[in-house]
């Protein structure tokens, strides 16, 4: 065995991981969007399968805007995400509190939420952190 | 890293990389309305329904997305009537070729924010 084998590796950011499980997420909320008053021989697609995507949609977009935590904002940014996070803290409340959503409400939610993660997305700038790291195990 | 999708792409790009799916997707929208205008003429009577249906929910939700990325004052205007669209056509699921062509319409519209 090699043991002075050296090796690279990257690992993402956390706001890039995210981002990622945020898209992947999104992606299957428009299918089901699409498709949520079709039945199909291997699939019935119901809101309630819907709004448990939006829940876990809206949880990965409150880990982005953690994730931003060590950038570099003004003052008025700043204002921008506490607003936002205020705006899917409340989503989240209105996914689990109220049974009674319909699909315009679905709609709405699922508007609200890009909207406040493109905002995120905008905020600051990253403090620069090295992402590749060069390890030698002996 | 892998990039996949359209929307992952948007949260790794721009608006206008979104945008520009969204007008490859309009023009599909606007082929549809020309091959059944070709068929059939201009004939309110004709319903459309099926996988051109399908075809307009999906590009009325990546229009629902792009507006909300944008910051102009008529995206709640837009919205609402992007909104209504799907939902009538969830109600519905067919449409009249005047219904279509209005939602084309409004998608039009949309792009020109």
Do not use: C, W
């Amino acid at each position: 065995m090699d043991t002075n084998l050296q090796y690279s590796y990257q690992i993402p950011d956390l706001k890039t991981r995210f981002q990622i499980d945020f898209g992947n997420i999104i992606e299957q909320i428009v299918e089901l969007l699409t498709y949520s008053d079709v039945s199909t021989d291997t699939r019935t697609f119901d809101n309630e399968e819907l709004k448990n995507k939006l829940r876990a949609a809206v949880s990965y977009a409150l880990g982005l805007l953690a994730s931003t935590s060590g950038y570099s904002m003004s003052e008025k940014v700043q204002e921008d995400v506490l607003i936002a996070k205020k705006s899917l803290i409340a989503l989240f409340d209105a996914l689990i509190t109220n049974p009674e959503l319909t699909y315009i409400d679905l709609l709405e939610i699922y508007f609200t939420l890009i909207q406040q993660v493109s905002i995120i997305l905008n905020y600051g700038t990253p403090i620069p952190q090295p992402r590749t790291g060069n390890y030698e195990i002996t | 890293m892998e990039r996949k999708g359209l929307y992952v792409d948007f949260l790794f790009s721009s608006k206008d990389e979104f945008k520009k799916d969204l007008i490859e997707r309009v023009n599909k929208i606007k082929d549809i309305i020309e091959k059944v205008e070709k068929k059939y003429g201009n004939n309110n009577k004709v319903l459309i329904k099926n996988s051109a249906i399908i075809d307009l929910k999906e590009t009325l939700i990546l229009a629902l997305s792009y507006l909300a990325m944008l910051t102009s004052d008529k995206v709640k205007e837009y919205k609402d009537k992007v909104i209504e669209k799907l939902a009538y056509i969830r109600e519905n699921r067919i449409l009249t070729l005047d219904q279509y062509k209005d939602a084309y319409n409004l998608l039009q519209q949309i792009l020109m924010l």
